[in-house]
């Protein structure tokens, strides 16, 4: 196993202090990825397996990773959610209300929105010193990680400066409604054995808690239903018994439409959260598709 030496920094943004973890590439090949973990807004930190055995794996095959810890979403309204039962690596919902005296600040969008913008900035700065170059940097996150990327990348193009290579989305949630699932992936859900089910209540409860008020028009909120042209060549991988890949299959369709360079896959059998899963079969081969998306893209950008 190669040895990852990893830094933590503190930055700030949109008024918030938070921090990120460098994982520099034992031997750096030119790639660099920004990486947020997921967690419904309100859930994880840079040690849940989403974001260091993610992070890792990328930095073991050349790539060096900026993981944000964003600043979560409020808690306040956790009582009014019907969370699904917790995923591996993820706290239950008893012990996320203990953990509210940690003194951990909390706010609604846009601040997690603008740090993923401003991780993604820092990463480009520093460019040189991890191994790589400014405009062959790439986003991606998993579930309201990718939720984060794909608005950062949205936030990016608008900005008209530098833009991310490549955009990877894992299992992510891309619209503030779900589509409705077609009748193959309703009755996938309906056999679900692990309980986990992002139920159209429990989605509607943690997007509205993510919003605190803002519009669930803002495309920066989420992304799915807006106009993408534009945006970074994006990968999206979702998971196969899951409610979120009505979504994921949604936002491809709409990037495909809107002439994105776009590589949509399924992980068949898969659940949601499978990075989580440190023994999940699904996970190496999805961080290889992810590893080899991100060199190929970093290759067109430095050409």
Same mark, same amino acid.
């Given at each position: 196993m190669i040895t990852i030496a990893t830094e933590d920094l503190a930055l700030r943004a949109a008024g918030h202090d938070f921090g990120i973890r460098v994982y520099p590439a034992a031997r750096p090949d030119g790639t660099i990825a920004v990486w947020l973990h997921g967690g419904a807004f309100i859930f994880g930190d840079l040690d849940v397996p989403e974001a260091d055995a993610t992070s890792r794996y990328l930095a073991e095959h050349g790539t060096s990773v900026v993981s944000v810890d964003y600043t979560l979403a409020p808690i306040d309204a956790l009582a009014s959610i019907p969370l699904p039962p917790p995923q591996d690596g993820m706290p239950s919902p008893e012990d996320l209300v203990k953990s509210l005296g940690s003194g951990r600040s909390r706010a609604p969008f846009p601040v997690a929105s603008l740090q993923a913008v401003a991780a993604f900035d820092w990463a480009a700065e520093h460019a040189t010193d991890l191994g790589g170059v400014a405009h062959a940097v790439a986003i991606g996150g998993?579930?309201?990680?990718?939720?984060? +990327?794909?608005? *950062?990348?949205?936030?990016?193009?608008?900005?008209? *400066?530098n833009v991310p290579s490549a955009s990877c989305l894992?299992?992510?949630?891309?619209?503030?409604?779900? $589509?409705? $699932?077609? &009748? &193959? %992936?309703?009755?996938?859900?309906a056999r679900l054995t692990?309980?986990?089910?992002?139920? $159209? &209540? /429990?989605?509607?409860?943690?997007?509205?808690?993510?919003?605190?008020? /803002?519009p669930a028009t803002?495309?920066?909120?989420? $992304?799915?239903g807006h106009d993408p042209r534009g945006v970074a060549p994006t990968?999206?991988?979702?998971a196969d018994s899951d409610r %979120?890949?009505? #979504?994921?299959?949604?936002? /491809?369709?709409? %990037?495909?439409?809107?002439?994105?360079?776009?590589? +949509?896959?399924?992980? /068949?059998? #898969?659940?949601h959260g499978f990075l989580n899963g440190l023994e999940d079969p699904h996970r190496l081969a999805v961080l290889a598709r992810m590893s080899r998306f991100i060199h190929e893209r970093a290759a067109t950008a430095r050409a």
């Open positions: 998993a579930s309201a990680g990718g939720n984060l +990327a794909a608005g *950062a990348a949205l936030r990016l193009r608008d900005r008209g *400066a894992i299992y992510p949630v891309l619209h503030s409604t779900l $589509p409705e $699932p077609d &009748e &193959e %992936l309703a009755a996938k859900i692990s309980g986990f089910d992002m139920s $159209p &209540e /429990a989605t509607a409860g943690i997007n509205a808690n993510y919003l605190g008020g /803002a803002d495309p920066y909120a989420f $992304p799915g990968l999206i991988v979702n %979120l890949r009505a #979504s994921g299959q949604a936002y /491809a369709a709409e %990037l495909a439409a809107a002439g994105v360079e776009v590589e +949509a896959v399924r992980a /068949a059998g #898969s659940e």
